[in-house]
């Protein structure tokens, strides 16, 4: 069974521009979770989807926004993009109440 | 809101001693409760849960946590530390994670 997959692995992109990130969870799970980590402020909840809805919220600006598909892939965007926005973004998945299974992350550098 | 809060973003320990992380959870409802753990740019992979069913729960590497009701609490030992314990360590409740705590390793 295919795990959480993420792409791009990496990414640089200068401020002001936007990005689009994505997440395949695994097969089944319905629902998808996005988190920021960065060093100093641990894992913070960002957003999570299931069922094509956004059923819980982290305390982001609305400059971050996600969405989910029909077969649960999810895409998270984050606009008008900051310094401070340097980040390592996971994606996790599960099914159920159980427990989440972690995509390797997504680099973001903002320059 | 349901949160998790670790005591202490940096443990540092001997090889061979014991490893204590710890974990207190908020919550007025029966909990699920998750330790991960995260080596140097990987994602997280699951240690150990909680789900209810014992209040001692084994996990992989030799980690154990006990789920302390009246403590609200869920700390993650191991008796004898090894140098590749070193990591990052996450305590989770639902979809939320506590700020980490950094376990470090000495010789």
């Known amino acids: 069974k295919a795990g959480v997959t993420q792409t791009p692995r990496y990414l640089i992109k200068t401020r002001g521009q936007q990005v689009t990130l994505s997440c395949s969870p695994i097969s089944g799970h319905r629902s998808v979770s996005w988190y920021q980590q960065t060093p100093g402020q641990g894992l913070q909840f960002l957003f999570e989807y299931f069922s094509e809805t956004q059923r819980n919220k982290g305390n982001f600006p609305g400059r971050f926004s996600g969405r989910q598909f029909s077969n649960s892939r999810s895409e998270m965007n984050v606009s008008t993009l900051e310094l401070g926005d340097s980040a390592l973004y996971l994606c996790a998945s599960r099914q159920g109440a159980t427990e989440a299974f972690f995509g390797q992350g997504t680099r973001l550098t903002v320059v | 809101a349901q949160s998790v809060t670790q005591l202490g973003s940096h443990v540092s320990v001997s090889e061979g001693a014991l490893v204590l992380l710890r974990c207190n959870y908020s919550?007025?409802?029966?909990?699920?409760l998750f330790w991960y753990v995260q080596y140097p740019n990987q994602g997280l992979q699951l240690l150990l849960k909680?789900?209810?069913?014992?209040?001692l729960v084994k996990g992989i590497n030799g980690f154990e946590a006990e789920f302390k009701k009246s403590e609200t609490s869920f700390h993650l030992t191991k008796p004898s530390a090894h140098m590749s314990d070193a990591a990052e360590y996450f305590c989770g409740h639902d979809m939320r994670f506590g700020a980490g705590t950094r376990l470090t390793v000495k010789p």
């Open positions: 909680y789900t209810s069913a014992a209040t």
């Open positions: 919550s007025s409802v029966p909990p699920y």
